[in-house]
């Protein structure tokens, strides 16, 4: 049962584009909604997260924008640049306890963007 | 520099075998992962441990066993490895507590079962 849906799974963008990732749940226990962009051969690598209570953060070029209502959130790419070709993967963290129990993880976008 | 490090990169074993993956931090973090990559799927959690012999099982544990002996250490066993476990297999650890819901991942293990 998939937690956390994703789309699209791939998607191209002109460079200077706006890129738009989108992430929907189910489960109401997740308390984190990070992002993680990953490049050929490395491993994920944090890039922009937000907590349920604020529904936008923005840093630098890349928002999330996060409906509580609608259990949707999605990831914003201005001006996309060919640097930001990579895999992104939403996700959510089930909070149990103060401790953890791991991140559920979309299935990924493969984004290109081209010059 | 936070650092990940899973001791091998690529692996090439037969059906049957039995096979370890390691995975050691340097950050001191409670929390260590383990989770696998494939195309289609995105990442998987396969067990975790949040303490010294802890371990808790994931989403798909089947067919994997972990051994966490040393709070650096993070071990991944297949005890009896199938062609179905051939996939990128991701470490990562992070505090406990969570306070900034980063995970810090390793670059990954691809193993391939014959």
């Known amino acids: 049962q998939q937690q956390v849906k994703q789309s699209p799974q791939s998607l191209i963008v002109q460079k200077g584009g706006i890129s738009i990732i989108n992430c929907a749940y189910e489960?109401?226990?997740?308390?984190?909604f990070p992002w993680y962009q990953q490049f050929p051969g490395k491993g994920p690598a944090l890039l922009i997260a937000?907590?349920?209570?604020?529904s936008e953060k923005k840093e630098g070029r890349f928002t999330i924008s996060f409906n509580k209502s609608a259990k949707q959130f999605s990831l914003h790419i201005m001006d996309s640049q060919p640097g930001d070709s990579a895999t992104y993967f939403c996700?959510?963290?089930?909070?149990?306890?103060?401790?953890?129990?791991?991140?559920?993880f979309g299935k990924g976008t493969h984004l290109i963007i081209q010059p | 520099d936070v650092k990940v490090t899973q001791s091998s990169r690529y692996l090439v074993k037969r059906t049957g075998e039995k096979v370890f993956l390691e995975c050691v931090q340097d950050?001191?973090?409670?929390?260590m992962f383990w989770y696998r990559q494939d195309p289609g799927l995105g990442l998987r959690l396969i067990y975790f441990?949040?303490?010294?012999?802890?371990?808790e099982k994931g989403d798909i544990p089947e067919g994997y066993s972990v051994s966490r002996e040393k709070k650096e250490r993070f071990s991944l066993i297949l005890e009896s490895a199938s062609t179905n476990q051939t996939s990128m297999y991701l470490c990562?650890?992070?505090?406990?507590?969570?306070?900034?819901?980063?995970?810090?991942f390793g670059e990954g293990s691809r193993l391939t079962v014959l």
């Open positions: 937000i907590r349920p209570d604020v």
């Open positions: 489960n109401t226990a997740f308390d984190y």
């Open positions: 441990s949040y303490d010294v012999k802890m371990k």
């Open positions: 950050m001191d973090h409670e929390n």
């Open positions: 990562a650890s992070s505090l406990r507590g969570w306070n900034t819901g980063e995970l810090f």
């Open positions: 996700a959510a963290r089930r909070s149990k306890g103060g401790g953890a129990d791991g991140l559920t």
